[in-house]
């Protein structure tokens, strides 16, 4: 593991700052960078792609004029990229900015990268295996595990009877590998490997009251719709070359318009939905951060308001 203080003195750790969606991450984030003179480095799986902005609730062109962004807008929509990719091109980012005597800010909340960074994991060496699991973890994140977990059980139901459907991470690999391999879990018993994380982190996530939670997203949707969501889906569906069953199109706040276009939902049908579905998925990304137990240090607002100097105090070399 690279000591961090032999580049960047005063500080012990790297932080991540990560909660479920529109719970105030890049607020927080930004704060902190202008408080220490940080860089942020994204950690969304849908923020890497070019194009997709007010549905992924990017920061605006003046913050990222404000405070240098990285590993965000790095791709084309279409394209396929895999969690090796981003802790390959993260851990770069990261490095580089180090080297410059600049503390990185990681902040997101893509379960699989923060987990990843953390625990210095690589998924294998098997590329159809890498692929399948990236399409796993979207039909989780759009659906929930069970239909997941029920296929896993049919497949392969030694791995299903060892791993409880609440490790997503798991249930999802396990059957990522069958389905890509055509081998269980328990044959191919080395699929991932673990060799510890290059950097040392400290993970911090917002914890908001449900309801309140719940409010901020309603919030956001309209918000979004406001600032013209619709015209942002709808150049990303007329555009060419892409395949409308890629990624970037399952993301909530463009999913939702397919119907839309084709005039069987309306507008508020389609607010409705991404509202219900963006719920569901910070339910699904507190399970995720939850099971990261002790890793995580919770942050609680005030107010909806948190002092940097609380994480500040939990990532200098001042720390006992």
Known sequence: MINISDYLQGYRYIPIITGPTASGKSSLALDLCRADGAELVCADSMQIYRGLDIGTAKDTPEEMREINHHMCD???????????????????????????????VICGGTGQYISALCHGTSFGVDAAATARTDELADEYNRDGIDGIYQRLKECDPDAASKI?????????????????????FTEKNSVSMVSGPV????????????????????????????????????????????????????????????DYFEGRMSLDE???????????????????????????????????????????????????
């Not at 409880?164 to 798991?170: C, D, G, M, Q, V």
């Not at 969501?229 to 990303?236: G, H, K, Q, Y």
């Open 270 to 320: 389609v607010k409705y939905d991404i509202k219900l579905r963006s719920r569901h998925y910070a339910k699904r990304q507190l399970t995720w951060f939850r099971g990261m137990g002790d890793e995580i240090i919770l942050l609680e607002p005030v107010a909806n308001y948190i002092n940097v100097n609380n994480i500040n105090s939990n990532i200098s070399q001042s720390e006992q």
């Open 74 to 104: 790095i791709i084309s929509p279409g394209t396929c990229y895999s969690v090796n990719d981003y802790i390959r091109d993260c851990t770069a980012a990261v490095m580089g900015i180090l080297e410059r005597g600049v503390l990185p």
């Open 199 to 258: 950097f040392p982190f400290r993970v911090f996530m917002i914890n908001h009251d449900r309801s309140i939670l719940y409010d901020r997203i309603n919030r956001r949707v309209e918000s979004m719709i406001d600032e013209g969501l619709e015209a942002e889906v709808s150049r990303l569906y007329s555009g060419t070359g892409i395949d409308h069953s890629s990624t970037c199109f399952q993301a909530i706040g463009y999913k939702e318009f397919a």
């Open 164 to 184: 409880h459907p609440n490790n997503t991470r798991r249930v999802i690999r396990a059957l990522a590998v069958y389905e890509a391999t055509g081998k269980t």
